[in-house]
């Protein structure tokens, strides 16, 4: 069987979403008793491993990584009783595609960074290139599926004048879906290098720290941890908190010892001698159900104060000690009165 014909890549402008298409091999109408489908493959230069897909589609719309270059393969696979049920599978056909360089490297922003606070908003970050010329203004820029054209941020954070951060909200749509982003800078007769990145909002999400810590001691002297989720969008069946705790903090620096990595938000925590102070600590995190990884959210913590036994027993017999002594002071004034 002969490989599919007219391979083409076009850039439709989303930021790294390219469209790819091709035409069926020729005379594929007279293998009417086979089934004829494509596999389609890509990846971007540098990458080691190809992404697969199998079609009978004669268009596909993949993102790539605009800063380098992509690679496409493509080839018809035959089987039914044509070929006697055997697959066959005709030569590779190739295609690539990059955008031409636009000024230098060192122009590039540096280190990019999102954070997705509560699944409620996207705040990215950035340091300017190391070639900086006077009066550069940066842009960022983003699309996801289900808008018509990439969209330019509307909120950006100021630095002296320049812009080194965006804030992007209602991204809800673009859950589970790659998000496109572009950061570009235009500066008078200069060139510089754009950035692009592909993010996954889940994977970058960081929820607020735990609400509602409440600490007791049961009986038993085992330590008893409640917190509540925190609020925002943040699915609670997504969240995986670790605790922490730290006994016989006094004026030094705690030493915290893991205790657990758990989703439910109560725990019952053994305490193995009998502390002064005792401090427990509870973040949380997406867990692997919902993301492939997440940002840990700040501490939530609360301490207090439990008696040691010799405390408590020299607590019975404080006034056990007050009561002999007046009880002895009262007998030897007795005494001396009847001496007198």
Request: glycine share 6%; hydrophobic share 40%.
């Amino acid at each position: 069987v002969a490989p599919p014909r007219d391979l083409l890549i076009t850039d439709p402008g989303l930021l790294g979403a390219l469209d790819v298409e091709w035409k069926p091999p020729p005379h594929i109408q007279t293998f009417n008793e086979c089934s004829v489908k494509y596999k389609f493959e890509y990846r971007n230069t540098g990458d080691r491993d190809w992404k697969v897909i199998f079609t009978r589609k004669l268009k596909f719309r993949v993102g790539f990584d605009l800063s380098r270059t992509a690679e496409v393969r493509l080839q018809t696979l035959l089987q039914g009783r044509c070929t006697d049920d055997v697959e066959v599978q005709s030569d590779w056909i190739y295609g690539t595609f990059q955008i031409p360089p636009q000024g230098k490297l060192e122009s590039q922003v540096q280190n990019f960074h999102c954070i997705y606070h509560d699944w409620e908003y996207l705040k990215c970050t950035w340091q300017p290139g190391l070639l900086t010329p006077r009066g550069i203004h940066y842009g960022l820029y983003y699309w996801y599926e289900g808008l018509e054209h990439a969209v330019q941020c509307d909120h950006y954070v100021q630095e002296h004048g320049i812009s080194v951060g965006c804030v992007l909200q209602n991204l809800s749509q673009a859950e589970y879906r790659d998000l496109n982003i572009c950061v570009n800078g235009s500066a008078a007769a200069t060139l510089l290098r754009p950035l692009y990145a592909t993010l996954r909002l889940q994977n970058l999400a960081k929820p607020s720290a735990p609400k509602q810590l409440v600490l007791s001691v049961s009986g038993a002297e085992e330590l008893l941890v409640a917190w509540s989720p925190p609020g925002g969008r943040m699915p609670s069946h997504c969240l995986e908190y670790e605790v922490q705790v730290a006994e016989d903090v006094g004026e030094a620096t705690a030493a915290w010892a893991f205790v657990s990595t758990q989703m439910e938000t109560a725990l019952t925590i053994s305490r193995a001698n009998q502390s002064h102070i005792s401090c427990v600590r509870v973040r949380g995190r997406t867990s692997i159900f919902c993301a492939d990884q997440g940002f840990w959210s700040e501490w939530t913590q609360d301490c207090f104060s439990v008696s040691r036994k010799e405390d408590k027993q020299l607590f019975i017999l404080i006034p056990v000690i007050l009561s002999l002594s007046i009880s002895l002071i009262i007998f030897m004034l007795i005494c001396q009165c009847r001496k007198r």
